[in-house]
């Protein structure tokens, strides 16, 4: 196992990539009928009539590939994954454009502040600026998530 990454490990300006993940339409339509059942979300006919034109992936659908990516990521450097105590939220989650069948996907994450906790000794934040890319490079997401990390054992 790798060595544990622990909040004191962390800076700001630390940056990491992720990804590539390819989105399918099949993918697309079996999220929205789950989770997002919006007509722009389920067919190319359901689009056309609206502002996107054709069938689009829903932006919780794309937010969950990012994460997907982003463990995967963690899983492949498995100190980072150890300290890991989950989330806070996300700050400012933007869909910048649509995200359509067949787009490949990547991520490039920035420490945008590391904060202790003052009532939890054992834990500090981490906030970071994630965007993801599609593969002509044009930004499609854009989201500052706060995580929660182990801090060295004294």
Known sequence: MSEIVYFEDVAVGDRSEFGPITISREEIIAFAQQFDPQPFH??????????FGSLASSGWHTTALSMKMIVAEWQRNPGV??????????????????VRPGDTLRGVSEVIEVRA?????E???VKTHVTLFNQRDEPVLSMKPIAMFRTRPA
């Open 123 to 125: 834990m500090g934040s």
């Open 42 to 51: 389920l067919s190319d006919d359901g689009a056309a009539e609206t502002h």
């Open 117 to 121: 906790s003052r009532s939890r000794p």
């Open 81 to 98: 994954q150890s300290a890991s105590l989950g989330a806070l939220g996300v700050d400012e989650l933007r869909w910048l454009r649509p």
